[in-house]
Structures are given as structure tokens and as C-alpha cells.
Nanobody, 115 residues
Framework: QVQLVESGGGLVQPGGSLRLSCAAS????????MGWFRQAPGKQRDLVAA???????HVEDSVKGRFTVSRDNAKNTVYLLMNSLKPEDTAVYYC?????????WGQGTQVTVSS
């Protein structure tokens, strides 16, 4: 079955950096678009960034210039590099992909930006 496992979250001070990883299994990773979403308490889950099989990337305006999405097909892993973190980036970050069989989510990793 499809599994997405995120890692790399934690507590970081404002202005700091984190790199999230999402390891995928159960899919032909190189043929799937991968996305990062986040959900803050009491808010909806929103797209942050995505990367297509041909390595085309999309980053939401709210994080553009600070966040970078990348993938390593040899490791079946997608990354989210987050720089210049702000308190409003605090959320649970989720990895996502979809296929003809449905949509798949990871369990999420908590990112807390606080001094």
C-alpha cells in the first residue's frame, strides 16, 4: 500500500531553517507529483508547494522566496527546505500525492516557530 512518512519537523526560532523530508513507498515515485500542505490550529489545510514528475515546482506566494521544494527519485523522497521561518509558519506539515486509486497523505510533522 501507499505510505508517505514525513520527518524533520521541530521547534525553531524565528529566522531559522528546517528541512522536511517525505519518504514514499508503494508508488512509482518518479511518475507522481508530490505536494506539501500545512494546517495550523483551527485553520484549513492549505497547499504550500508541489513538484511534478518533470521537476517543475510551484510554491505558494505566502512562502515564495523562503521555501524550496525538491525531489530525489533515487531515494523516493521529496523535500521542503524552509528558510527565514516566521511564527505564522507554525503548523503541521503534510506530504501528499494522488493516483487513479485516490489521494494519499502522510501522518504529518509538527513545525513550531517560536522564540
Amino acid at each position: 500500500q501507499v505510505q508517505l512518512v514525513e520527518s524533520g519537523g521541530g521547534l525553531v526560532q524565528p529566522g531559522g531553517s528546517l528541512r522536511l523530508s517525505c519518504a514514499a513507498s508503494g508508488i512509482i515515485f518518479s511518475t507522481h507529483s508530490m505536494g506539501w500542505f500545512r494546517q495550523a490550529p483551527g485553520k484549513q489545510r492549505d497547499l504550500v508547494a508541489a513538484i511534478s514528475p518533470d521537476f517543475t515546482t510551484h510554491v505558494e506566494d505566502s512562502v515564495k522566496g523562503r521555501f524550496t521544494v525538491s525531489r530525489d527519485n533515487a531515494k523516493n523522497t521529496v523535500y521542503l527546505l524552509m528558510n527565514s521561518l516566521k511564527p505564522e509558519d507554525t503548523a503541521v506539515y503534510y506530504c501528499h500525492t494522488k493516483s487513479i486509486n485516490g489521494a494519499y497523505w502522510g501522518q504529518g510533522t509538527q513545525v513550531t516557530v517560536s522564540s
